[in-house]
């Protein structure tokens, strides 16, 4: 693999509008290496950039993109031709956010397809800072490509559930746990060893699936009010011998008002609320409750970067499953895939395969 001449792209002009662009490949600086990719995954957040109107730090144009894998060919001479895997938020690795361990949340992070300048996944190269990339090593036979979705789909749930401090013999719930990220969140808590996993969502079809990729029990919230779900989730702890009010940890993943109202209901004594998901909606809450439950609500961003080798070797060892979960696409085919994602046609992570 050598240095190419140009940068091919798929540029968002302005929101919702596409188009193919060839660039000149910038100046690659010390720290730096051009990375050639090898797939890169679509996710809601590319989705509301496109078509909701959400901001990019980097105003249009710009390439969208962020789950990406490929392999060095240019740059820091100890990175050259190794498989990397690019995360979605680089920290600066020296403010004070940083050096308090939160470096997920880094004000000054590089986001590919929002704040690294013009450059993101939806193209045929991208140059990256070289010091947070996460080498592949032996893939056991996984595609390249296919392990782009470790750059967010799969770190962030397992930084989610770090920031929920899971542990062997915990008592937790997904709520939405059929999504394209949730699915992924039941598996790691499953592997991390939570005790019990309580799947809830909307499409009971869905749902028997999380049954066999770590939940112990599903609840369908489709045609129910809040009170119902909770009722059906202390029903359960009453016929399996749990508490249905101390203790449990929260992961909420859809970021609807719906989801987030469910999650708020089931939050109880000394428990823990994680809020993962993004959306719009408000909710109202009294946050008396809190006080009176001891308990914590915390949000979570992203992944820290000294994660990925810990997933990619879960990945790679099948305790977290993503080829039922993934499939790939020819990145010309992007204008169709992005309307597929965004109207819920596909149950499947798109990822798109340069094909310039």
């Not at 990406?68 to 690019?86: F, L």
């Not at 000394?270 to 001891?294: C, H, P, T, W």
Request: glycine share 12%; proline share 6%; charged share 20%.
């Amino acid at each position: 693999m050598a240095k190419p001449s140009k940068i091919e792209t798929w540029q968002m002009t302005t929101p919702g509008t596409l188009a193919r662009v060839s660039l000149d490949v910038p100046e690659i600086k010390p720290g730096e290496v051009l990375v050639e990719i090898a797939g890169c995954g679509i996710c809601h957040t590319d989705l509301g950039y496109f078509y909701d109107g959400v901001p990019t730090i980097t105003k249009p144009p710009l390439t969208l993109g962020h789950e990406i894998s490929g392999t060095v060919v240019a740059g820091d001479v100890n990175w050259m031709g190794k498989e990397v895997i690019v995360p979605a938020v680089m920290p600066c690795n020296h403010c004070a956010i940083c050096a308090s361990g939160r470096g997920n949340r880094c004000l000054a992070q590089k986001m590919p397809g929002n704040s690294m300048g013009i450059y993101g996944g939806f193209s045929s190269h991208i140059p990256v800072p070289s010091a947070d990339l996460c080498a592949v090593g032996d893939r056991n036979g996984f595609a390249l490509s296919h392990l782009a979705v470790i750059a967010d789909a799969v770190t962030s749930p397992y930084q989610g559930a770090m920031r929920g401090e899971v542990k062997p013999g915990d008592l937790c719930i997904i709520i939405g746990a059929t999504g394209g990220v949730g699915i992924y969140a039941t598996q790691i808590i499953k592997a991390l060893g939570a005790k019990e996993i309580i799947g809830i969502a909307r499409n009971p079809a869905k749902l028997e699936k999380v049954l066999h990729y770590g939940a112990t029990k599903v609840i369908s919230s489709q045609g129910k009010d809040v009170k119902a779900v909770r009722d059906e989730f202390r029903a359960y702890c009453k016929e399996k011998g749990l508490p249905s009010n101390v203790g449990w940890k929260i992961f909420e993943w859809t970021g609807a008002g719906e989801g987030q109202a469910i999650a708020l209901e089931l939050l109880s004594y000394v428990g823990v609320l994680v809020i993962a998901g993004y959306g719009m909606q408000k909710n109202e809450y009294m946050m008396s409750r809190l006080m009176a439950f001891d308990a914590d609500i915390r949000g979570t961003w992203g992944c820290l970067p000294k994660y990925y080798p810990a997933v990619l070797k879960m990945v790679l060892e099948k305790k977290i499953e993503i080829e039922p979960f993934v499939e790939t696409r020819p990145m010309s085919q992007i204008k169709a895939a992005f309307e597929e994602v965004h109207k819920g046609g596909t149950e499947k992570r798109i990822v798109l395969t340069p094909d310039f």
